[in-house]
């Protein structure tokens, strides 16, 4: 505890009272004096051992392929930009897949693989849109996602 060494005067100051505020000045000097320590020690802490460590032998990762669209309205339906005959959807699609994915372009397997997203005007029957998904499966497309607009903005 510390003392008050400045009284009000007067005869009630017969002696010191006692004051309950802690010094918290020697505590802030050797919190100061700890963290010069401690950064001067760190550096010096680091491990000096030698290690052969084996060299990386990754691969880079190849882009994705680019997503196949299929459009679908009153006008016919579209595989990207081009009009096609709904007989003809399986492959003019195969060939669309081909052209964005030029890294699978050999691989019939990895072409069937990929995903084919469609998309129709909300005022479209869907039965045209069950025909154009059954078109795709007839040639082998099997993952196909339909597509929608977000209104909720």
Known sequence: MAGKLSGGG??????????????VIPFIDIMLVLLIIFMIAAPISSVDIEVSMPDARIQPSQRPPRPTWISVNNDGVFVMNDQVDLNALGEATYEAVRANSPQIANDEFEIMDQRIYIRADSDLAYREVVRVMNRLQDKGFTKIGLVAEDRRR
């Open 10 to 23: 007067g005869k009630k100051s017969r002696g010191l009272e006692v004051n309950a505020d802690p010094n």
